[in-house]
């Protein structure tokens, strides 16, 4: 049985395919590497089918004998129905009314594994009870670890972000395929460091000692142990057991390597997953380059540690500014290949491999990514008060040209344009900031280098406004009380959505005029230049590269040849 069970896994690894249908990217920013000293995580949701919307879940206090029906986050079928807990809290997308937020990447893993159990609790709901039930990132891990021991996991491997006003986790888990449960360790990110991960399990060996304190096997008798604040780094009590009995490892439990075991590093995992974390720590750190060829996907080289500490303390701008990242300043640079045509373009259609005479090739995968459904930086403040101190930086569409628009985590209303029901992946609607921002982004991917630079100057303009607004009403609102408080976040949370829409509305109107049918019109406090009479000036049509110019004659010159 257990020989099966190993072939099975090799056989797995052996013919993953390199496209991801659905590939995230998260960073972990500890309080200690942020420049406020706020604690951060970002998400960027990369699914062809997800949509950019902001769920909202009212808390309260519930009835005994209360039950929650619950539908899996990807098909949205029903799966299972639980137990409802006495009191919930307030959820706004990914961070509760307590400044707990959580964010996730899934990596799959060997099989059977990556299929969860029939029966149990998906990833997506795992996220959303946790976010219902916990105040902290140790409450988060504990409610997770039961609710997967009790109920089941219906999921593979996922890795999860979490933080809270004063802690940063990574936290793993992958399912015990047809045995209840799943196998998980989680670890705290020291203070000062930032960690990330983007499809791809990333703990390998973990501590059974921290600063002289003993790490425990978090069974579900001595599971109240990670309250203790010296303990770091926690796991299930058979994460190790479950892999010697099924023959996926057979060294000392001191070499164990959660990633190694569950989740082996392929070339996809490197090249499409890996380099995702080394483009976000290569931006900080002036040391990454010695990780570069195992980014590129060479096992053998010095592989990516866990979490670094960065050159500087980071601001949520420059959070903001790492989920924009097409690989520029590396040999993968997305911008400058044959496939970015004569615009720069650093965007690929799937598939991401392809096959040339035999020999098989691959595309970048970058963080920004044309098929992001929504994208956010959590950023979590322990001197202000919860409502106030949590917000959720929210975006749709891809990162490199979203707005990243601050939604309060006390908020009890959701603007129109982030709202639940606004439209959907099949049905268009002129209020959603989804379908706005795809119009834009999907215009600009046309004559990309030019008129990227029109939309992040208005991105850039937005952003600020938002952050000083921020700034602003956090001196404002600190003393107010709590119903007060809650309509002021309101008012604040849709008045900057408000601006987001109309600024990017007049941007959409603005890049069609200045762009239509291959001209490039000449812009002057924000309208197109024209002539006293009204007649439009100033166009320019500028040519293609002269490298594109000898591919359509190295291609076409004998038609195209004057006579």
């Not at 690894?13 to 920013?29: D, K, L, V």
């Not at 891990?141 to 890795?159: K, P, R």
């Not at 002129?430 to 208005?458: H, P, Q």
């Not at 500028?542 to 591919?551: A, L, M, V």
């Amino acid at each position: 049985m257990r020989k099966i069970f190993l072939v099975a896994a090799i056989f797995s690894i052996m013919n993953f395919q390199f496209s991801i249908s659905e590939a995230c990217t998260n960073f972990i920013c500890s309080r200690g590497a942020s420049a406020d000293g706020s604690t951060m995580i970002t998400y960027a949701a990369d699914s062809h089918t997800r949509y950019g919307q902001l769920r909202y879940h009212k808390g309260g206090d519930h009835q005994p004998g209360e039950m929650v029906k619950l539908y899996n986050y990807g098909s949205l079928k029903f799966q299972i129905e639980i137990p409802q807990v006495p009191h919930t809290y307030s959820v706004v997308g990914f961070i509760n009314e307590h400044q707990l937020a959580i964010g996730e990447t899934t990596w799959g893993g060997i099989e059977p594994l990556s299929k969860g159990n029939d029966m149990g609790i998906d990833y997506g709901n795992l996220i959303y009870l946790a976010l219902q039930r916990a105040k902290t990132c140790r409450e988060a891990i504990v409610v997770m670890a039961n609710l997967v021991n009790t109920y089941g996991y219906a999921d593979g491997g996922e890795s999860f972000s979490l933080c809270d006003p004063n802690e940063t986790w990574i936290f793993e888990i992958t399912s015990k395929g047809s045995e209840k449960g799943a196998v998980w360790v989680a670890r705290r990110v020291p203070e000062g460091y930032v960690c990330g991960h983007a499809n791809q399990a990333r703990i390998t060996t973990f501590p059974k000692m921290h600063r002289g304190a003993p790490q425990v096997s978090l069974s579900f008798s001595n599971i109240s142990d990670i309250y203790n604040n010296r303990i770091e780094c926690v796991y299930a009590n058979d994460v190790v057991s479950f892999a010697r009995k099924h023959d996926l490892f057979h060294g000392s439990d001191a070499d164990f390597s959660f990633a190694d075991v569950y989740n082996p590093l392929t070339f996809s995992g490197l090249r499409a997953c890996e380099a995702r974390v080394y483009a976000m720590f290569n931006r900080i750190n002036g040391d990454m380059k010695r990780y570069e060829k195992f980014a590129m996907g060479d096992p053998k080289a010095e592989r990516l540690p866990l979490w670094i500490k960065p050159d500087h303390k980071l601001t949520v701008h420059d959070v903001m500014e790492l989920m924009r990242d097409h690989y520029e300043g590396t040999p993968m640079d997305m911008n400058g290949d044959v496939g970015a045509g004569p615009f720069h373009c650093p965007y690929r259609w799937r598939p991401m491999d392809f096959e040339v005479d035999g020999q098989k090739y691959v595309h970048e995968r970058a963080i920004s990514t044309q098929q992001t459904g929504f994208s956010f930086v959590a950023q979590c403040r322990s001197w202000l008060p919860d409502k106030l101190g949590g917000i959720i930086w929210f975006g749709v569409d891809d990162t490199y040209s979203t707005v990243y628009c601050p939604m309060f985590c006390g908020i009890s209303q959701v603007p129109v344009c982030f709202e639940e029901g606004n439209g959907s992946m099949s049905e268009y609607s002129e209020t959603a900031a989804f379908w706005l921002f795809n119009r834009v982004s999907n215009f600009c991917y046309l004559r990309y280098d030019s008129m990227i630079v029109d939309v992040r100057r208005v991105q850039g303009e937005l952003e600020s406004d938002f952050i000083k607004i921020v700034d602003g009403v956090s001196k404002q609102y600190e003393n107010y009380d709590d119903t007060r408080l809650v309509a002021a976040l309101n008012r604040t949370s849709n008045q900057c959505a408000d601006q987001m829409m109309r600024r990017w509305t007049q941007l959409d109107r603005l890049l069609l005029m200045k762009y239509v049918d291959g001209n490039i019109k000449t812009v002057e406090n924000g309208h197109i230049k024209t002539t006293p009479t009204g007649v439009v000036t100033g166009i320019k049509q500028p040519p293609y590269p002269e490298w594109f110019y000898r591919q359509i004659v190295n291609d076409h010159g004998d038609i195209l040849k004057e006579q």
